[in-house]
């Protein structure tokens, strides 16, 4: 069966993590990501309209895999296990553009500019992540999660890029750490014991 060939955008974000994967994402012109991905600088512009677009994108299609990775049948799991699947299948999504992913992070890290535009993309994967996990993220206790997780996945990602073993034990042993600290902290709170609800169709 013959292989589909990739959309311009698929070509494009191809384009941009090959590019950012040999050297610093901030000396990676736009010009430079349409040569690489053989489509011109319009088409480029008409996909994507800048590289901080192209992170967002990235960030976009992450989530889609971890909601994709979502099993029903873990949300019997505890909160802390659920979560702690959700962020390492982001990871294991990353993983095959590990060296790009550390270059546009420390580059978007020292750019004001692209850093305030991408912290909404950025807090609403977290949202995501926060929901495939089957824990809510609406309202101000929804609000308080994501910035929590976004501050613990945030020091993960800095252990994971430079945890180089097979079984990534560094990046696990950090991850479970920190949610268990903050699992700890939770319980202190007001409700944190109030019953969970049942999904739907599951009451008796």
């Not at 060939?5 to 590019?19: G, H, K, V």
């Not at 610093?24 to 901080?52: M, N, P």
């Not at 294991?92 to 992070?105: C, H």
């Not at 202190?188 to 019953?195: I, M, N, Q, W, Y």
């Amino acid at each position: 069966m013959a292989r589909r060939p990739q959309s311009i955008p698929d070509r494009i974000l191809a384009a941009a993590l090959a590019l950012a994967g040999e050297r610093r994402w901030r000396e990676v012109t736009l010009g430079e990501i349409a040569a690489r991905a053989k489509v011109t600088l319009a088409q480029l512009h008409d996909a994507y309209g800048s590289k901080t677009a192209i992170v967002a994108t990235l960030m976009a299609r992450t989530d889609d895999r971890v909601i994709a990775g979502v099993d029903p049948s873990a949300f019997s799991e505890p909160p802390r296990e659920r979560l702690l699947d959700a962020v390492l299948r982001r990871l294991d999504t990353l993983a095959a553009n590990k060296p790009a992913i550390a270059s546009m992070l420390r580059d978007t890290v020292f750019d004001p500019c692209a850093a305030l535009c991408l912290a909404p993309r950025f807090l609403q994967s977290m949202a995501w992540t926060l929901e495939a996990a089957g824990i809510g993220s609406a309202g101000l206790a929804g609000r308080l999660r994501i910035k929590g997780l976004a501050a613990i996945y945030l020091s993960t990602l800095t252990v994971w890029l430079n945890d180089d073993s097979a079984d990534q034990g560094k990046t696990m042993a950090h991850l479970d750490r920190r949610l268990r600290r903050v699992e700890q902290l939770a319980a202190l709170l007001p409700g944190a014991h109030r019953a969970r609800p049942e999904p739907a169709g599951q009451g008796g």
